[in-house]
């Protein structure tokens, strides 16, 4: 009922920041291109193989100066994996403990997504993706988020035929190439989601796109890897050049993100010898589920951000940047930007990192320097360290109630046009 959102908005009101007034409003009017870069951490960027750079395209991006480069963003997916870093990129909302916010409440629950805030402000909003639309329930829910167009599998030439694809669907490559031909075809302005596919487990390839040597950790599971996050980055490579080439970068802010680990924890081995150490702890494990976020636009005030976040906060720091009001919005995250933002990031399983400590796995870290504590040791270390996990068993816990409960249903936003699903139909015209 209503009554239980009362909390709910106490609670969120204290996420609220005042945003940073050199970057509110600098993407206003623009086109924005967020791209969803499957399975792909940020150990990638800069990393290096016999001397050869896994991701050089990336890099160079990351590294531009009119490209905000976060440097200690993190993951925060749960079972629901990409379904969960959608769930949070577009509505601020956590995935849920168990299962995918998407496939179980997608199709039914009332939401106030970023695309109905675009919607409001003038903006087409589409997603491409090169798997069949009913994946993680897509069709469905991208209905109830208020996107325009959804452009999946069948809409690309030849999506059937197999040597265009590769694992769960189109190969990356051909996939961005005819993205950047429909993008152009868009109303402007457009937000567009476009979701990567070649970079997932289990990171096969076929031979002719094959051109980086794989690593030798031992672990067959992880040595394609960077074989496809290499061919990740070529296709990310070729569309940027599109995009240069038809002059479409001139208006247009492209955000990058990795949306989970590619090599998971149980890989420990693994991990030890790509990080060129003997073992790895719970600190290298933390570090370990940070992933990219990139903002460039051109004149756009760049460098490399050490604000500690993550997924959550994307949608804040997005509706700033394009000076969309997000005050009366009930999100879970804030605004990178702002000087305000509470960096307390929180995980699925109750494990947190903030600029101070770091929580992985059970044990307790100085997030500067890995050093291990005990925090009862410290009366002032154990009180940062149980305020903490109060906030983060609340956020958690306060977006999973909004999320089952659909309570959004009962929220009045001054700000916000209630989304009409059955307005959308992403059915492809017979030609
Ligand atoms: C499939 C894809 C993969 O369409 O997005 O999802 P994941 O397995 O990474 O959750
Ligand atoms: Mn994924």
Do not use: C
């Not at 402007?188 to 970079?199: D, E, G, S």
């Not at 208006?251 to 003997?278: C, F, M, P, Q, R």
């Not at 500067?368 to 903490?388: H, L, M, N």
């Amino acid at each position: 009922t209503a009554d239980q959102l009362a909390p709910i908005e106490k609670f969120v009101k204290q996420l609220d920041t005042d945003a940073d007034p050199t970057y509110f409003g600098a993407l206003k009017g623009k086109n924005i291109i967020v791209i969803h870069l499957e399975s792909f951490q940020q150990f990638l960027v800069d990393y290096k193989v016999d001397g050869q750079e896994v991701t050089p395209n990336i890099n160079k991006f990351y590294h531009n100066q009119n490209t905000i480069g976060f440097s200690n963003f993190y993951n925060q997916v749960g079972q629901g994996k990409t379904s969960d870093a959608e769930t949070m990129l577009d509505n601020s909302l956590f995935g849920t403990a168990s299962g995918s916010v998407m496939t179980n409440y997608g199709a039914t629950n009332t939401f106030q997504s970023f695309q109905g805030y675009l919607d409001q402000d003038g903006y087409t909003t589409a997603a491409f993706h090169g798997d069949v639309p009913s994946f993680w329930n897509r069709e469905a829910t991208y209905k109830s988020w208020g996107y325009d167009y959804f452009f999946s599998k069948s809409y690309y030439a030849n999506a059937d035929n197999a040597s265009y694809n590769v694992g769960y669907g189109l190969k990356d490559k051909i996939f961005m190439k005819d993205t950047a031909e429909y993008l152009q075809q868009l109303p402007q302005p457009y937000f567009a989601k476009v979701i990567t596919l070649t970079n997932h487990y289990p990171y096969t390839l076929d031979k002719e796109n094959i051109d980086f040597p794989a690593t030798k950790t031992g672990d067959k599971t992880v040595d394609g890897y960077v074989q496809t996050a290499h061919y990740l980055d070529e296709a990310f490579g070729e569309f940027m050049a599109y995009l240069q080439k038809s002059g479409m970068d001139q208006n247009t802010a492209v955000v990058l993100y990795g949306d989970h680990y590619g090599i998971s924890e149980n890989h420990k081995a693994a991990i030890a010898k790509l990080l060129g150490k003997s073992s790895v702890t719970n600190y290298d494990l933390a570090n370990w589920e940070k992933v990219p976020f990139m903002i460039n636009a051109p004149g756009l005030k760049g460098g490399i951000n050490n604000t500690y976040g993550g997924e959550i906060d994307v949608m804040p720091t997005l509706m700033n940047l394009l000076g969309i009001s997000d005050k009366n919005t009930i999100h879970f995250g804030s605004d990178l930007l702002s000087s305000a933002h509470k960096q307390i990031v929180a995980f699925r399983n109750g494990d947190w990192v903030t600029n101070e400590y770091t929580k992985h796995n059970g044990q307790y870290f100085v997030t500067a320097t890995g050093t291990q504590i005990t925090p009862s040791e410290d009366p002032r270390v154990a009180t940062f360290v149980k305020e903490t996990q109060s906030f983060v068993n609340n956020t958690l816990s306060y977006s999973d109630k909004v999320v089952t409960g659909d309570l959004l249903r009962f929220y009045k936003n001054p700000d916000f046009k209630k989304i009409n699903s059955k307005k959308y139909s992403y059915n492809k015209a017979k030609s």
